[in-house]
Nanobody, 125 residues
Framework: QVQLVESGGGSVEAGGSLRLSCVVAGVRFNRLRMGWFRQTSGKEREGIATISPFGTTTKYADSVKGRFTISRDNAKDTLYLQMNDLKFDDTAEYYC??????????????????WGQGTQVSVSS
């Protein structure tokens, strides 16, 4: 059974930093394209970053470019999201997602096969 477990969320003041982690089990991690999404109440799930199976390619949404960094450690089956200069608008539930094989639109949540349960990030202004 495939499991994705996020951690690292919390409350932080604007301008602060957090690092999210996502541990993956039950599937060959280095065969997965990984992504981070976030969602607030009443809004669609938003793709914010993605990374290729061996970390050679990363992409970011404009809303987080230059502030967030996605990375992975295939030896630890773990995905990371370093979030710096956090803003109030970054407040959301954050999810990691995994795709086995090729992916079309990395921003679309429907293109991912597996999801974590989410971790809450709250930024106070």
């Amino acid at each position: 059974q495939v499991q994705l477990v996020e951690s690292g969320g919390g409350s932080v003041e604007a301008g602060g930093s957090l690092r999210l982690s996502c541990v993956v089990a039950g599937v060959r991690f280095n065969r997965l394209r990984m992504g981070w999404f976030r969602q607030t109440s009443g809004k669609e799930r938003e793709g914010i970053a993605t990374i290729s199976p061996f970390g050679t390619t990363t992409k970011y949404a404009d809303s987080v470019k230059g502030r967030f960094t996605i990375s992975r450690d295939n030896a630890k089956d773990t995905l990371y999201l370093q979030m710096n200069d956090l803003k109030f608008d970054d407040t959301a539930e954050y999810y990691c997602a995994a795709k086995s094989g090729d992916i079309g639109d990395w921003l679309s949540p429907t293109n991912y096969d597996y999801w974590g349960q989410g971790t809450q990030v709250s930024v106070s202004s």
